[in-house]
C-alpha cells in the first residue's frame, strides 16, 4: 500500500513533514522520561556552550553533541516503539533490537562527556 502522502509536493510536502515531526517531538515528550531528561540536558548544556569563553567550532562541537543524544534518543525510542508494537512477548531478537538502541544512546552520551572535555581541555 504507498502512502497518500507520498505524492505531494512542495510546501504542502514540507507542511506535512513539520507536522509529523513535531507529533513526533510530542510523542516522545509525553510518553519517554529518557526523552524528557535528555531534553532537560540539553536546555542547560545548549546555553552553557555558548556562554562559555570557547571559539565558535568549539561551541558547535559542544551543541552538536548535545543534539546527537537528542536525535538517537529519538531514533531509539521510534525502534522500542515499532518492537513493542509487533509484540510484547519476550523475544530475544526484540531485546537484542532494544538494547543496541539503548547501546547507541550511551555512547551518544560518552562522545558529549569526551566533547566537552576536549573543548574546555584545549
Known sequence: MISPHKG???LTRLMNA?????AGFRA?????DAFRQEVLLAAIL??????LPVGYL???????SVLLVIMIELLNSAIEATV???SLENH?????????????VLVSLIN??????????A
Open 112 to 121: 558529549v562527556f569526551a566533547v566537552w572535555g576536549l573543548v574546555l581541555l
Open 46 to 51: 545548549i546555553p552553557l556552550a555558548l556562554w
Open 84 to 86: 513493542d508494537r509487533i
Open 18 to 22: 513539520f507536522g509529523y515531526s513535531m
Open 92 to 104: 530475544e531478537l526484540a531485546k537484542r533490537a532494544k538494547d543496541i538502541g539503548s547501546a547507541a
Open 28 to 32: 516522545a515528550y509525553t510518553h519517554e
Open 8 to 10: 505531494k509536493t512542495g
Open 58 to 64: 568549539g561551541k558547535a562541537l559542544m551543541i552538536g
